[in-house]
């Protein structure tokens, strides 16, 4: 399992679609509580040349953290989509902000008895029946599909052994921060480390989870640092969950400038900082 993969929170079971574009296969995951597991694995086509897409045009596969916006039957498409299509949230804010541009990024089916690798303008493609199946797991705007040359598994282990010493120690890498899950006024997306995520205040904002590379979520907390969702109990500097009023539930003396225009999002693993993001708030009309 890839390292950042973590279970979602509750007793629902979700998913997580991850295509690794150097094996051209898209992988199905069922996540629950603190697990994630493959259930199953589909032959894909990515796009015809390597690495990142950037313009509009150059024939690469874009990677990042995706939404499945919308699915468009096959009889509204020609025939090369196949049984049908989800367009992905290409580019979103975070491409937008590396200077990316382009659109029409889907994950479709396709007519062709074989699927050629690495044949396509940039699309993820992957068989008819494949697509059709892969479609009893998609919830729109909710599944992530996370795209990437290709995403090691399992945790790195360095053996620390001196010759004079006793059992060798072993020590995994310390995580970092991937990306956050969110929903803004009820729409989901993805903010990276270090981000700024801007606001209009007054806007709902909840923060749903954030995954780590490498993965692991005993002792993971979420902080908004200027709130504090449980009012009615301790501060236990766990936010993830609570729909948060911008304009009403963000204490100006705890944000970064001290004037409520700036708040830090931290993620801790055993008061570890793995990672942070910036709400950056802005009033209506300016």
């Not at 690495?51 to 020609?78: H, I, M, S, W």
Request: aromatic share 6%; glycine share 10%; net charge positive.
């Amino acid at each position: 399992m890839p390292d950042f993969l973590v279970g979602m929170e509750g007793e629902q079971s979700s998913h997580i679609l991850l295509v690794e574009k150097r094996d051209q296969r898209l992988r199905l995951y069922k996540c629950q509580n603190a697990n994630c597991q493959v259930v199953k694995s589909y032959r894909c086509s990515t796009g015809q040349k390597e690495g990142d897409k950037r313009r509009v045009g150059d024939r690469r596969t874009p990677e990042g953290v995706y939404f499945l916006v919308d699915f468009k039957r096959d009889k509204d498409l020609a025939p090369e989509y196949g049984a049908g299509a989800f367009p992905l949230d290409y580019p979103n804010p975070i491409d937008r902000g590396k200077g990316k541009d382009g659109n029409g990024i889907w994950l479709h089916g396709t007519n062709k008895v074989n699927l050629p690798s690495t044949d396509t303008k940039g699309c993820v493609v992957v068989s008819n029946n494949d697509l059709l199946d892969l479609s009893r797991y998609i919830r729109l705007r909710e599944t992530p599909t996370v795209i990437k040359d290709k995403y090691r598994c399992g945790q790195v282990q360095v053996l620390l052994k001196s010759p004079d010493s006793g059992p060798t120690e072993t020590r995994s890498a310390r995580p970092r921060l991937s990306y956050f899950i969110l929903e803004l006024n009820g729409i989901r997306r993805a903010v990276t480390d270090e981000e700024d995520l801007e606001v209009v205040r007054g806007d709902k904002l909840r923060i749903v989870d954030a995954l780590l590379d490498p993965g692991g979520r005993d002792g993971i907390k979420v902080n908004i640092v200027g709130y504090v969702g449980d009012k009615k109990g301790a501060n236990r500097g766990e936010d993830r969950g609570y729909l948060i009023d911008t304009a009403t539930d963000l204490m100006p003396r705890y944000s970064v400038d001290r004037k409520g225009n700036r708040y830090v999002v931290e993620v801790k693993l055993r008061d570890h900082l793995c990672g942070r993001m910036f709400i950056r708030l802005w009033e209506a009309g300016k």
